[in-house]
């Protein structure tokens, strides 16, 4: 079992800028593939960012590409979402998920385990 439990969401202007994070507790959190996920109201849950177990891979959608960062400290049990540039429709509510997958990072939800309880991310124009 993993605990996750993301922070750092808020309120910003659009152009501005948010870091979120996600704390593991539980089961070794470098064994896992992490990802973030996000949920705009009446939308299908999306699949951001995620990075492999050891941070050499990660994978973006083409929405954020180049504007978002994910990242993790292993040492720290986090992952980070560093989020630049942000656009009114970048808000939602984001989730971090844990995949016990060996290789690769998936962008299907189905294949993450754990997920956390999501923090709120709303963007102004």
């Known amino acids: 079992q993993v605990q996750l439990v993301e922070s750092g969401g808020g309120l910003v202007q659009a152009g501005g800028s948010l870091t979120l994070s996600c704390a593991a507790s539980g089961r070794t959190f470098s064994n896992y593939v992490m990802g973030w996920f996000r949920q705009a109201p009446g939308k299908e849950r999306e699949f951001v960012a995620g990075i492999s177990t050891g941070g050499a891979t990660t994978r973006y959608a083409d929405s954020v590409r180049g504007r978002f960062t994910i990242s993790r400290d292993n040492f720290k049990n986090t992952a980070y979402l560093q989020m630049n540039s942000l656009k009114p429709e970048d808000t939602a509510v984001y989730y971090c998920?844990?995949?016990?997958?060996?290789?690769?990072?998936?962008?299907?939800?189905?294949?993450?385990?754990?997920w956390g309880q999501g923090t709120q991310v709303t963007v102004s124009s």
């Open positions: 998920a844990a995949s016990g997958r060996r290789e690769g990072v998936p962008l299907n939800g189905l294949e993450y385990l754990y």
